[in-house]
């Protein structure tokens, strides 16, 4: 990525614009001041070094690159002409073609960075119009590999899959600890030993995932062979319905997504 090159994030004091920002310059591609990020009221403190900006046409004009990080229920009022710019949206649902002819570019990129990003630890799927270059891909590349991992996908409905599975996937293991830790304090352990017990459950796991190649399967099959106190939970938490609740909560987050979309 050029020095020069300069980023616009549109909805940059919102959560997740805000990570992208903070990861983009803590990795190094650009640095603060090739940074213009846009807000509603009032300018924000966070962030030094960074042009804000109220006004989301200037931010277009003097960007190379617009990052669109607004609710998708917000997306029909966003009238702001791109000037045939590459575009990344982080919005869910909001199709290729929905950015083309709104943001006046024919160079787009769909883009799920999940709550992660904050830490750059997210992992990002992410399509492209047929209008990319190599350049733009390796600009998109650099900008999320900055938050964690990236990969290209083979298509929006991939992408639209990708939106429950790793776009909302932190939730999945929040919920976990949160229901370990409910189920904790409800057999009186003192919370602060519970909350200390439930957080190293979930981040060594989460190493422990990512230092062996096996497949996730693989490695519960492994837990269950033992036939002990580990296997004695998988096997009641699978017969209460834990598979099919997670495929529900898939299937309605891949819903969710499409139905954004068509209404927007």
């Given at each position: ?21 903070k990861s ?120 999320f590999d ?89 096997e009641a ?28």
């Amino acid at each position: 990525m050029s020095d020069v090159l300069k980023i616009g994030v549109i909805g940059g004091n919102g959560w997740l614009g805000g990570a992208i920002a903070k990861s983009i310059i803590d990795a190094g591609p650009v640095s603060a001041e090739e940074l213009i990020l846009s807000y509603r009221s009032e300018r924000p403190k966070r962030l030094q070094g960074v042009r804000w900006t109220r006004d989301n046409q200037e931010l277009a004009d003097r960007s190379d690159v617009i990052i669109v990080s607004v609710r998708p229920a917000d997306w029909p009022s966003l009238l702001v002409n791109a000037g045939g710019k590459l575009v990344i949206s982080v919005m869910a649902g909001i199709r290729l073609s929905q950015l083309a002819d709104q943001l006046k570019t024919k160079r787009v990129v769909r883009a799920l960075p999940n709550a992660a990003a904050e830490v750059a630890k997210s992992y990002t799927p992410w399509v492209a119009s047929a209008d990319l270059d190599d350049r733009d891909r390796a600009t998109v590349c650099r900008i999320f590999d900055a938050c964690g991992a990236a990969d290209e996908v083979g298509s929006e409905d991939d992408l639209d899959y990708l939106t429950g599975l790793s776009g909302s996937g932190p939730a999945f293991p929040a919920l976990l600890a949160a229901a370990m830790m409910n189920d904790a304090l409800a057999r009186g352990l003192d919370p602060e030993i519970a909350r200390r017990a439930v957080n190293a459950v979930l981040i060594g796991a989460g190493r422990l995932i990512e230092r062996h190649e096996e497949c996730p399967t693989d490695m519960v099959e492994a837990f269950v062979s033992y036939r002990g106190t580990t296997a004695a939970a998988i096997e009641a938490v699978r017969d209460a319905g834990f598979d099919a609740a997670v495929r529900s909560g898939l299937a309605k987050a891949l819903k969710k997504s499409v139905d954004m979309g068509q209404k927007s």
